[in-house]
C-alpha cells in the first residue's frame, strides 16, 4: 500500500492536456518541496521528468509541468503525443527520511 | 555523463540474503551533493523506494520502513560502488532492481536494472 496516492489510469487523445494527481500528507507533500515524477516504459528504466515540485531536467520537452498544492501534487501533460504513453509515479520525502513512491498512474494516448 | 553498472546474481532461493553492488562512474559516492538509492519494481507493487545512502560530513543510510529490519545498504568508497543486503528473501521479493543516483530531489540517473527471481 503506497503513501502516495495516484489515479490508477488517465487517458487523453493526442493534442490533448491531462493531469495527474499525487495526493500525500502533511508529513510528506504537505511538508516539503521535494516532490520528483518519473516516466516508466516498460522494459526501460524510469525517467526523471520533474523534480522539485516543478522542475524540468535538461532535455525532457516543457510540456511536462508540476506543481504542488497543499498536500497535493499534479504532473501536467499538455500536447499530448503518442511517445507519452506510459506509466507515471510521483515520489516525495517524508518526515521519516524516506523517499515513497505513489501506486503509479498508466496513461494512455487514445 | 554519469553511469551506474548494476551486478549480482538473478536467482535466489527461500530465506538467502540478496546481494547487489552498483558501480558508479562520472561521480563519486562520497560526493556531498548526491543521494545513492535503491529501487525495485514489480507488475504488482509498481516502484518501491528501498533505501539510500549518501554523505554529508558522514554517512547517512535511510530505509523504507517496511523492509528496516532486513536492508542493509553499504558505499564502498575504495572501489566507488554502492551496494544492497536484502536477507531472508521470499518469493514478494521478486522483482527488477534498480540503483539511481538522486541529485536536487529527483533520481536523474539509473542503472540498466536487473530481474531477482526467488523461487525454491
Known amino acids: 500500500q503506497s503513501a502516495l496516492t495516484q489515479p490508477a489510469s488517465v487517458s487523453g487523445s493526442p493534442g490533448q492536456s491531462i493531469t495527474i494527481s499525487c495526493t500525500g500528507t502533511?508529513?510528506?507533500?504537505?511538508?516539503?518541496?521535494?516532490v520528483s515524477w518519473y516516466q516508466h516504459h516498460p522494459g526501460k528504466a524510469p525517467k526523471l521528468m520533474i523534480y522539485?515540485?516543478?522542475n524540468r531536467p535538461s532535455g525532457v520537452p516543457d510540456r511536462f509541468s508540476g506543481s504542488k498544492s497543499g498536500n497535493t501534487a499534479s504532473l501536467t501533460i499538455s500536447g499530448l503525443q503518442a511517445e507519452d504513453e506510459a506509466d507515471y509515479y510521483c515520489s516525495s520525502y517524508t518526515s521519516s527520511n524516506t523517499l515513497p513512491f505513489g501506486g503509479g498512474t498508466k496513461l494512455t494516448v487514445l | 555523463q554519469v553511469q551506474l553498472q548494476l551486478s549480482g546474481p538473478g536467482l535466489l532461493k527461500p530465506s538467502q540474503t540478496l546481494s547487489l553492488t552498483c558501480a558508479i562512474s562520472g561521480d563519486s559516492v562520497s560526493s556531498t551533493g548526491a543521494g545513492w538509492n535503491w529501487i525495485r519494481q514489480s507488475p504488482s507493487r509498481g516502484l518501491e523506494w528501498l533505501g539510500r545512502?549518501?554523505?554529508?560530513?558522514?554517512?547517512?543510510?535511510e530505509y523504507a520502513v517496511s523492509l528496516k529490519s532486513r536492508i542493509t545498504i553499504n558505499p564502498d568508497t575504495s572501489k566507488n560502488q554502492f551496494s544492497l543486503h536484502l536477507k531472508s528473501v521470499t518469493p514478494e521479493d521478486t522483482a527488477v532492481y534498480y540503483c539511481?543516483?538522486?541529485w536536487g530531489g529527483g533520481c536523474d540517473y539509473w542503472g540498466q536494472g536487473t530481474l531477482v527471481t526467488v523461487s525454491s
Open positions: 522539485e515540485v516543478n
Open positions: 545512502t549518501y554523505y554529508r560530513s558522514r554517512w547517512y543510510y
Open positions: 539511481a543516483r538522486e
Open positions: 502533511s508529513s510528506d507533500i504537505g511538508a516539503y518541496n521535494y
